[in-house]
């Protein structure tokens, strides 16, 4: 009986010692975050936005050293991408992690905003990251420690931050905003915090400013580049929904600037309405339009997303037209 007891404690305590089932990053955002505040606060849902789930399953998809997204604003990148990442790594496999931000000054904005207020609202993660108690406090509002590991919030214009660290995950986030740092280039930097791990992670994110200059763009095009192709409802074909304009007899059109909206297909260009985009994003697929060599690319694109009306398109489109 002795005998029969001991191996069962054994047992348990080997089940305690085991280490937690693999998950993808959407697995961990599915099942663990809850959001703070937006368009849709709560549980987290992958399914609200089809087209973040293979970035954010990248996170933990070993092939993968670096993830470049090259998005238009207000599309979920910040919560769908960088803030599961980070919560991913601070709960489920912690480690060493860098956050480059434009300015220390947007660092704090973003650790007070957002990330905070995202760890708040998650169960997993607000008993593992400590309060800020004090000046002397080691936790500070640039610095968050966790057990297994920290992140550090730097500015890109800061050689200080870049200096005597090791990170395994470096996130460098809007960096198309970012301005020469005397000790070189930001984005080098910040990679080389990182290249003494064999399983580093980069994440580089931001919109993109002037073609032949934007660091997004130019880091697009290094990786594998995936657009999001999604099926027409009425002939199931795939594309990538475009703008179109006058010249082109497929893309977003309307009869009159203050009516209704919608796509023609470019294939059997039948109308598509708004309501059906995200059921086609839920359909679509990333498709790389280069070869993958480690770095994989994504194109964001705004005419799927839930929360951007296609008429406020036309409307943006109108107010510049001529100009």
């Excluded at 670096?66 to 480690?95: Q, S, W």
């Excluded at 904005?109 to 080691?138: F, W």
Aim: with cysteine; hydrophobic share 35%; aromatic share 10%.
């Amino acid at each position: 009986a002795c005998k029969v007891e001991a191996v069962e404690i054994i047992k348990e305590a080997m089940g305690y010692l085991a280490p937690p089932p693999p998950l993808t990053g959407s697995e961990w955002a599915d099942t663990y975050r809850y959001v703070a505040s937006g368009p849709f606060p709560g549980k987290w849902s992958t399914d609200r936005t089809p087209y973040l789930k293979e970035p954010l399953d990248c996170i933990t998809d070993p092939t993968v050293e670096e993830i470049v997204i090259m998005k238009p604003t207000r599309v979920g990148a910040t919560e769908g991408v960088i803030n599961n990442a980070l919560g991913f790594y601070m709960h489920y496999d912690p480690c060493q992690m860098l956050y480059v931000q434009t300015s220390l000054d947007e660092g704090r904005k973003y650790s007070n905003e957002i990330l905070m207020p995202m760890i708040d609202a998650t169960p997993v993660l607000r008993d593992r990251v400590a309060r800020e108690r004090g000046r002397k406090a080691t936790q500070t509002k640039l610095h968050k420690t966790f057990p297994g590991g920290n992140l550090a919030i730097v500015g890109a214009k800061s050689p200080k931050g870049f200096r005597m660290v090791s990170k395994r995950i470096v996130i460098c986030d809007d960096i198309d905003g970012y301005e020469a740092n005397k000790e070189g280039d930001v984005i080098g930097l910040a990679k080389g915090r990182a290249k003494d791990y064999w399983n580093k992670k980069i994440i580089l994110v931001s919109n993109p400013s002037t073609e032949g200059i934007s660091r997004i763009h130019n880091a697009f095009l290094s990786s594998d580049q995936r657009y999001r192709h999604v099926p027409c409802p009425h002939c199931g074909a795939y594309q990538v929904l475009t703008f179109g304009g006058r010249d082109c007899d497929y893309g977003l059109k309307w009869a009159d600037p203050r009516g209704e909206v919608w796509y023609v297909c470019e294939h059997c260009h039948a109308k598509i309405y708004e309501y059906q985009k995200i059921e086609m994003d839920r359909q679509g697929e990333y498709r790389p339009a280069a070869p993958f060599h480690g770095i994989a690319g994504f194109h964001l694109n705004p005419f799927l997303c839930a929360w951007h009306p296609w008429a406020d398109f036309r409307k943006e489109f109108l107010a510049c037209e001529g100009n």
